[in-house]
């Protein structure tokens, strides 16, 4: 199996395909702006857990495409916070197009572009920084159901009991 189509394949688990674990989308269905914006003590919130998923893959994906992510930040703090203070379903939908954009990104990419660096200053090859993209992804997935199970919003028929 090539290493594009082993990225799709994690990707799909992490957008909508339900496979060893809950995709973003049943993770991220059926919450409220309400229970999306619930803090627990000094933890993110699902809402700001999202804002920053979509800071980081937006990021690397307009690095992917060969353009300048844009404005640089000072800590990876800031990124858990609304650039523009956009609601609830406008986050959602932000960060569904994001991912269906990495898929057609990757989708159409040339073969020889996962050797190749991803940063200007380290030697990354795109390879080494896609897997790790879909690793947080994943990570952060399974926060946001332990959060909503925490809560008691989640329903375990959507999946991990």
């Known amino acids: 199996m090539d290493q594009k189509t082993i990225f799709l394949r994690q990707m799909a688990a992490n957008h909508n395909e339900p496979n060893w674990f809950v995709p973003v989308e049943r993770a991220l269905d ?36 060969g353009i300048s992510p844009g404005r640089k930040i000072e800590s990876n703090d800031e990124t858990f916070h609304s650039e523009n203070d956009q609601d609830w379903e406008s986050a959602k939908k932000q960060l569904q197009n994001v991912l269906n954009d990495w898929v057609e990104a990757v989708k159409s990419a040339e073969d020889d572009l996962f050797e190749k660096s991803a940063h200007e200053d380290r030697h990354d090859p795109w390879y080494s920084v896609l897997a790790n993209i879909n690793i947080h992804n994943a990570y952060h997935i399974g926060q946001i159901v332990e959060i909503r199970k925490t809560n008691g919003n989640w329903d375990p028929k959507k999946g991990v009991h």
């Open 30 to 65: 059926g919450l409220t702006p309400e229970q999306a914006n619930e803090k627990n003590g000094i933890s993110n919130s699902i809402s700001e857990i999202v804002n920053h998923l979509i800071f980081w893959n937006e990021r690397y994906l307009a690095r992917f495409k």
